[in-house]
C-alpha cells in the first residue's frame, strides 16, 4: 500500500509530465514551420536560378565616347563593328570577368532610386563586341534602357563565328550602350547593372556611369 505523501508524489509527476510533452511538440512544430518559411522566402528572394550572376560576371569601368561613323546596328552578312549608331553618345565597359552564356545576362541603366532609365532614344540598345569588335549580340532596347529579354540579335558574319544564347561570354568581349541620342547623358548619376536570367539570379556590377 501506498502512503499519502507516495500517492500525491505520483500524481505530481503525472500531471506535470502533459505540460512539458506539449511545449516540446510546440517547439518543433515551430522549428518546421519556420524552416519552411526560410525556404519559401529564399526562393523568392533568388529567383528561377540558383547561382547569383555577381558570383559569375562583372564588367569593368565605363568609358563615354561617341558612335563613330561606319558603325550601325543592324545585323547584315558580312562583319560589322561598333554596335551602335553614329553619332549617338556611347558608354563603352570591358567584361572583366565572366563564366556565363549570352543569355544567362541582361543589362539594365538605372537611375539612382533603382528605376529603369527611362531617356533613350528610338536606338537606344545593348551590344556585345568580340576581340575583332564585329557585333556577337545585339538587343534594341528604345526609350528605356534595360533588356526585357534576351539579345534580340547575334552576329551572322562571313568572318566570325555565329553567335548564339549559348555562346560564351568570356573577358575578351566589350559592352556598348548606345544612349540613342547625340546628347550626353553623363553626369546623372546613371548605374549599369547586370541581371541573371535562366540558371542566375540576382544583381551584378551596379557601376555607375561617368
Same mark, same amino acid.
Given at each position: 500500500?501506498?502512503?499519502?505523501?507516495?500517492?500525491?508524489?505520483?500524481?505530481?509527476?503525472?500531471?506535470?509530465?502533459?505540460?512539458?510533452?506539449?511545449?516540446?511538440?510546440?517547439?518543433?512544430?515551430?522549428?518546421?514551420?519556420?524552416?519552411?518559411?526560410?525556404?519559401?522566402?529564399?526562393?523568392?528572394?533568388?529567383?528561377?536560378?540558383?547561382?547569383?550572376?555577381?558570383?559569375?560576371?562583372?564588367?569593368?569601368?565605363?568609358?563615354?565616347?561617341?558612335?563613330?561613323?561606319?558603325?550601325?546596328?543592324?545585323?547584315?552578312?558580312?562583319?560589322?563593328?561598333?554596335?551602335?549608331?553614329?553619332?549617338?553618345?556611347?558608354?563603352?565597359?570591358?567584361?572583366?570577368?565572366?563564366?556565363?552564356?549570352? $543569355?544567362?545576362?541582361?543589362?539594365?541603366?538605372? *537611375?539612382? +532610386? %533603382?528605376?529603369?532609365? &527611362?531617356?533613350?532614344?528610338? /536606338?537606344? =540598345?545593348?551590344?556585345?563586341?568580340?576581340?575583332?569588335?564585329?557585333?556577337?549580340?545585339?538587343?534594341?532596347? $528604345?526609350?528605356?534602357?534595360?533588356?526585357?529579354? *534576351?539579345? +534580340? %540579335?547575334?552576329?551572322? &558574319?562571313?568572318?566570325?563565328? /555565329?553567335? =548564339?544564347?549559348?555562346?560564351?561570354?568570356?573577358?575578351?568581349?566589350?559592352?556598348?550602350?548606345?544612349?540613342?541620342s547625340s546628347t550626353p547623358i553623363s553626369g546623372q548619376g546613371l548605374i549599369f547593372v547586370a541581371?541573371?536570367?535562366?540558371?542566375?539570379?540576382?544583381?551584378?556590377?551596379?557601376?555607375?556611369?561617368?
Open positions: 500500500m501506498l502512503g499519502p505523501s507516495n500517492r500525491s508524489w505520483r500524481r505530481a509527476r503525472t500531471h506535470g509530465s502533459s505540460p512539458i510533452i506539449a511545449m516540446i511538440l510546440l517547439v518543433a512544430m515551430g522549428v518546421v514551420i519556420a524552416a519552411v518559411l526560410y525556404i519559401l522566402l529564399s526562393g523568392l528572394a533568388h529567383g528561377p536560378g540558383s547561382t547569383p550572376i555577381a558570383t559569375a560576371f562583372a564588367a569593368g569601368h565605363p568609358t563615354p565616347g561617341t558612335c563613330v561613323s561606319g558603325s550601325a546596328q543592324i545585323l547584315g552578312p558580312v562583319a560589322i563593328s561598333g554596335g551602335c549608331s553614329p553619332g549617338d553618345f556611347i558608354y563603352t565597359l570591358s567584361v572583366e570577368s565572366s563564366t556565363v552564356s549570352f $543569355g544567362s545576362v541582361l543589362f539594365d541603366v538605372r *537611375t539612382t +532610386s %533603382g528605376l529603369a532609365f &527611362t531617356g533613350g532614344g528610338a /536606338t537606344s =540598345s545593348f551590344a556585345l563586341l568580340d576581340e575583332a569588335s564585329h557585333v556577337a549580340a545585339i538587343g534594341i532596347t $528604345g526609350t528605356t534602357i534595360a533588356m526585357a529579354g *534576351t539579345w +534580340s %540579335g547575334y552576329g551572322l &558574319t562571313t568572318t566570325a563565328p /555565329t553567335y =548564339s544564347t549559348s555562346s560564351s561570354l568570356t573577358n575578351l568581349y566589350t559592352i556598348v550602350i548606345d544612349s540613342g541581371l541573371g536570367t535562366g540558371a542566375y539570379s540576382g544583381m551584378a556590377g551596379q557601376i555607375y556611369l561617368p
